[in-house]
């Protein structure tokens, strides 16, 4: 991901133009079946079904995103209070993927866990299996 500034910080939010565009086919659609042109309810319906595919798409998308900035938050916050100063500004040497792995591990193992981590660059699945005392995580979305 390049570095993010003010020329290019702003959100553009593709799919909820191709949704409104799936809506625009719909509408034009449901207009040409209530004058009775023959293609009006396939266009219609097709328009309907996109919008639904792209509603759904959005949804599970934002999320899950917004899922990840919690588990960044909440992983960062405990970190502060498990990690030594030191461990703490090594922190964001860390992928989100490999603090949201950590996220399972116990806070007697999160330390260790986390030095692994930073030291032998470990893939999320890695910190995962390196997990001894799982640590549940009943609220995920």
């Given amino acids: 991901m390049s570095d993010q500034n003010y020329a290019n910080h702003a959100h553009r939010p593709v799919p909820t133009v191709i949704g409104f565009a799936c809506w625009i086919v719909a509408v034009v659609g449901f207009t040409a079946m209530g004058r009775g042109y023959p293609w009006g309810p396939k ?6 079904l996109f919008c639904l595919l792209v509603l759904l ?4 998308t934002y999320t899950t995103k917004l899922q ?7 992983e960062r916050l405990r970190a502060s209070a498990l990690l030594t100063p030191d461990q703490q500004r090594r922190f964001s040497q860390l992928s989100a993927k490999q603090v949201a792995a950590l996220r399972f591990a116990s806070d007697a193992e999160f330390a260790t866990l986390f030095e692994q981590a930073v030291s032998g660059n470990m893939k999320p699945d890695a910190i995962k299996r390196a997990v001894r005392d799982w640590r549940p995580d009943p609220h995920r979305t």
Avoid: H
């Fill in 43 to 48: 266009m219609a319906w097709a328009g309907v």
């Fill in 68 to 74: 990840d900035r919690v588990i960044l938050l909440e």
């Fill in 57 to 60: 798409s959005i949804g599970r």
